[in-house]
């Protein structure tokens, strides 16, 4: 079982940046893929973007295209997501979580239960 533990949440007005961190227990972080996903109050978790195990294939939200990067570091086990341009619509809890596989060639990389473990969620508030 691996542990995920993200960091980097916070306060932030319309149009400003942030840069969540997940940093990843253990020796095997760069044989998976990673994703973020984001929960706002009484809504479902969602995906937010995913990326394979080497770093060469990104995948995001049509909601944060253009606006949100994602990166790793497989060299200090760090999972990365650069958030810019922030819309009070991106307020949620933000989870980092493993993938099953490296490279998604299900192509399933934004549903839930393609990951099986995941942190315990970083709060992003986004004030108007």
């Known amino acids: 079982q691996v542990q995920l533990v993200e960091s980097g949440g916070g306060l932030v007005q319309a149009g400003g940046s942030l840069r969540l961190s997940c940093v990843a227990s253990?020796?095997?972080?760069?044989?998976?893929?990673m994703g973020w996903f984001r929960q706002a109050p009484g809504k479902e978790r969602v995906f937010v973007s995913a990326?394979?195990?080497?770093?060469?294939?990104?995948y995001y939200a049509d909601s944060v295209k253009g606006r949100f990067t994602i990166s790793r570091d497989n060299a200090k086990n760090t999972l990365y997501l650069q958030m810019n341009s922030l819309k009070p619509e991106d307020t949620a809890v933000y989870y980092c979580?493993?993938?099953?596989?490296?490279?998604?060639?299900?192509?399933?990389?934004?549903?839930?239960?393609?990951?099986?473990?995941w942190g315990q969620g970083a709060q992003v508030t986004v004030s108007s």
């Open positions: 979580a493993r993938s099953r596989s490296m490279n998604y060639r299900d192509g399933y990389y934004y549903k839930p239960d393609s990951y099986d473990n």
């Open positions: 253990g020796r095997t972080f760069g044989a998976y893929g």
């Open positions: 990326i394979n195990w080497s770093g060469s294939t990104t």
